[in-house]
């Protein structure tokens, strides 16, 4: 299978350490790809209109997005334990965690558009906006460290992974660990997994 | 159960016709409910730190979000035929195209947000790639078109309907229908479902 991929992009970290988890990160190939927000990638639109990383190409041709599909998709691919709860309450809080680490990725990322479009066009409101819901999403994911210290690392693990590695690398001067010790305790205790090691974001796409 | 709705959502009208097609509808309490993403609403905000719709409190009173976590869940609750397949091929598929057709519905919102800034805030460069991605999404659709209108109705099907309904709601004047015959079919062909009917989208909340 084939990857569009990039070191700076939070959910294809969030598929590769997926990966590396279920033991499939040696059947992905990642191809460096480069999208933005308002520049189409004429190869990825073929396979993905959203033009947006990751898409998985697998063996067929065909393509599969985004990273939530990516993910339950390499699910079925190993015989290893499930990384993802197959049903019950455990699936619902897995998946629900998984949204709130999405969504505060997507809004981590509309901030970065903001802070690079030019000075007059920037929004000051949509500003104070994100950082409420950066304090409300950290707040939540503080709420959550506890359990996700005491699970097997699955999926949700992996997802609140993404976010804290994402705002280290992005918002670095937002310090979210100030006053939030359990999910700087979680972030801590998985720094050294190969995981997180090997998929660490690179400012070189 | 509770919802925080509105009927200008196209991801909380995503969610009511998955609710009606599966006869959940009467056992879920639609609450209108204003979020923006420059307006966070602190009620929604104690449930949810993303400050979306649609989010659906349970009887105990915890919260289940976003869409897509809330039909796999409403379709856990019936004893239909299911809406989302279980597994193999036909899951995927379908997830792809609810991704496809919920990113579609991402970019149109932000399209809504970029013409609603002040003037000299708005993006052309931004406008044009929505553009860009606009003709290809709908063009995706339309090569989908043909077999989801043979196929039972069920979530690739509501997904696809949520955006051409949103398409018609906000995006009139691209014309989505011109040019894209089988999507334009297969739309007509849906129009008289109660599902659809019911929750069509009003421009009062």
Request: glycine residues 8%; contains cysteine.
């Amino acid at each position: 299978m084939k990857l569009f991929w990039s070191s700076r992009s939070p959910f294809v970290r969030k598929v590769m350490i997926f990966a590396h988890e279920s033991g499939l990160a040696d059947r992905i190939v990642p191809e460096r790809t480069v999208v933005a927000p308002a520049k189409p990638n004429a190869d990825v639109m073929r396979l993905n209109p959203l033009n947006k990383l990751p898409t998985l190409i697998l063996d067929d041709g065909s393509a599969l997005y985004d990273s939530r599909v990516i993910v339950e998709y390499l699910d079925t691919l190993h015989s290893g334990p499930r990384l993802i709860p197959k049903d019950g309450p455990e699936r619902f809080s897995t998946l629900r965690l998984q949204a709130l680490c999405d969504g505060i990725l997507d809004f981590l990322l509309v901030g970065l558009s903001e802070r690079a479009r030019p000075e007059g066009q920037q929004s000051n409101e949509l500003k104070s906006a994100l950082a409420v819901k950066f304090k409300a999403g950290f707040d939540a994911l503080e709420g959550e460290a506890g359990r996700l210290a005491k699970g097997e690392f699955g999926l949700g693990q992996i997802a609140v992974a993404a976010v804290t590695g994402y705002a280290d690398f992005r918002y670095g001067s937002e310090r979210w660990r100030d006053g939030r010790p359990k999910l700087a305790e979680f972030a801590a205790s998985i720094a050294d997994r190969p995981s997180i090691v090997t998929t660490a974001h690179v400012d070189t796409y």
